[in-house]
């Protein structure tokens, strides 16, 4: 008979704590959640496909000093995470603790980052080792990466705490991932492949650098005016402690918050993976960027019904497996399809023909696209509610200073690697400023590798940490309901001070 009871008591309790955590309330309104896809459009509206081939056979700067350049702007990135992060995560203010530097920050630095466009007027026709550019490109990158850990470390928190509820934080990430692709974020990059080959192959008397500084500064001013839109009309709602932590305390909960642990170490071992990026293949092989870019459209334009239908198993695939099983699958699956990917065109040279790897590629995307929702989406709510996991065992959130941990081993990893690959398009023999689709044979070859199985190999270890992601649904379930309760009673507390403070003494 106790044990009956005992049964039905939990039976109570995990009914009680679904129907808190499931509850279909919405915090969200219409205005900020259009805000909300607009912003997420922004991030992708932009031409930073090209960003090398800009800096390679435009601004032109000498591979072995760029390798250099990115070790000393990484390393002082690095120092300055660390004190922003704590910085960030210490503001208290009426509008937030991430919304004063959105806000305040953006238009400054979108200003300042159009300078980059700019650079091949300011040293028009000089060498790769020409000093004075060289030293501009250097302070630039400081000033830039500087300024840009305030706004990247405060938006990575933000999106976090516009919601409390995690089931409108997913639809809003399904919303925005599904929807913007629809709004036409990929149209600059497609406009400027064709303006590019039309350059490039001199059917368009007009210099490189003017359909770059056109696209770049067009782009940029467009995706800063929806960005700083949607950080003006969003509010961030859920709390922050009163008491602030000191960054001692701040890196300790790092260790301690065990789902950010393996989140940082997941991305650890997968920032080992080492590639030159696909756009350079398919330019440098076989040289009609636009004509190339066109075929591909067409053959994603396929598959492209299928990514927007993997949006719809998100919500029954997240209530019938576990997050571990969701994302440890997709990772794997990601990766058997670029393995066939790369097994085509390894055979018989076909990374040569045009036909085949068009074919391959088509296939890769058709397959990829079945699991691309709940692959997008999963990985932005694990990290979301990491945050809150954060919470729940400390009682105060570390959004700045986790997020930066977790970027912290990717941007050292990532100066190494942005090093290590400029060594390595000399070590393949890559000529720079040489006419496109005309480097050697060998060369093409290991671009194609660099680019296929290369970053997969390197990389795999990554899914390790992934296997020993600890929150199960039941535990998440407890979670969300605690913390539901803990933050009503944390508002209540504060109203109730505001009032006795505000009450009249007594006449005597």
Same mark, same amino acid.
């Given at each position: ?60 700067i ?65 060498a ?39 089931? !409108?934080?997913?639809?809003?990430? @399904? +919303?925005?991932? &599904?929807l913007? $692709?629809?709004? %036409? ?24 650098r ?6 770049g ?21 859920v ?48 040289? !009609?960027?636009?004509?190339?870019? @066109? +075929?591909?459209? &067409?053959?994603? $334009?396929?598959? %492209? ?29 990601g ?5 066939g ?30 699991l ?85 190999v ?12 600890p ?38």
């Amino acid at each position: 008979m106790a044990d009956e009871n005992k049964q039905a008591h939990a039976s109570i309790d995990e009914k009680q704590l679904t129907s808190n955590i499931y509850r279909s309330y919405n915090y969200v309104g219409t205005k900020e959640t259009v805000a909300y896809l607009f912003n997420d459009f922004s991030n992708a509206f932009n031409i930073s496909g090209y960003n090398e081939r800009y800096i390679w056979d435009v601004v032109r700067i000498d591979f072995g000093i760029a390798g250099i350049v990115n070790l000393f702007t990484g390393a002082w990135d690095v120092i300055n995470d660390v004190f922003i992060s704590a910085l960030v995560d210490n503001t208290r203010t009426r509008i937030g603790k991430f919304r004063p530097y959105l806000v305040m920050m953006q238009i400054p630095l979108s200003l300042i980052g159009l300078l980059y466009w700019f650079l091949p007027y300011f040293f028009p026709n000089t060498a790769g080792t020409y000093i004075p550019k060289l030293i501009f490109y250097f302070v630039f990158n400081v000033i830039t990466e500087t300024a840009g850990t305030f706004t990247g470390v405060a938006r990575s928190g933000y999106m976090s705490t516009i919601t409390p509820n995690p089931n !409108e934080r997913v639809r809003l990430i @399904t +919303l925005a991932e &599904l929807l913007t $692709g629809y709004m %036409g974020e990929d149209i600059p990059g497609y406009v400027f492949g064709f303006l590019y080959d039309m350059v490039t192959t001199g059917r368009w008397n007009v210099k490189l650098r003017s359909i770059f500084m056109g696209m770049g500064v067009s782009t940029a001013l467009i995706s800063s005016a929806f960005t700083f839109w949607f950080f003006l009309v969003s509010k961030e709602r859920v709390p922050q402690s009163i008491e602030r932590p000191d960054i001692k305390t701040g890196f300790k909960a790092i260790v301690t918050n065990y789902p950010v642990l393996l989140m940082c170490l997941s991305e650890f071992l997968a920032n080992f993976s080492v590639g030159t990026g696909e756009q350079n293949y398919w330019i440098d092989v076989f040289g !009609e960027n636009s004509m190339i870019n @066109t +075929l591909r459209a &067409l053959v994603s $334009g396929i598959s %492209g019904p299928v990514g927007s239908i993997s949006y719809a198993f998100v919500a029954p695939l997240r209530k019938r497996f576990s997050p571990k099983f969701l994302w440890v699958g997709a990772d794997m699956y990601g990766d058997m399809c670029w393995l066939g990917f790369f097994l085509v065109g390894i055979i018989n040279r076909n990374y040569m023909k045009l036909g085949p790897m068009l074919t391959a590629y088509g296939f890769r995307e058709f397959f990829g696209k079945l699991l691309f929702g709940v692959n997008k989406v999963i990985n932005a709510d694990l990290w979301n509610e990491a945050m809150d996991y954060c919470e729940w065992k400390s009682g105060f959130r570390m959004e700045a200073t986790t997020g930066v941990a977790k970027n912290l081993v990717i941007r050292l990893q990532g100066v190494v690697k942005g090093t290590v690959q400029n060594f390595i398009m000399k070590a393949i023999g890559y000529e720079q400023g040489k006419k496109v689709g005309t480097q050697d044979e060998r060369t093409k070859r290991w671009l194609f590798i660099l680019c296929a199985i290369m970053p997969t190999v390197t990389g795999a270890l990554g899914i390790l940490p992934k296997m020993l992601w600890p929150i199960d649904k039941k535990k998440r379930a407890k979670m969300y309901y605690e913390l539901s309760e803990r933050r009503s009673a944390a508002v209540s507390d504060y109203v109730a001070s505001i009032d006795t403070e505000g009450a009249e003494e007594p006449e005597a």
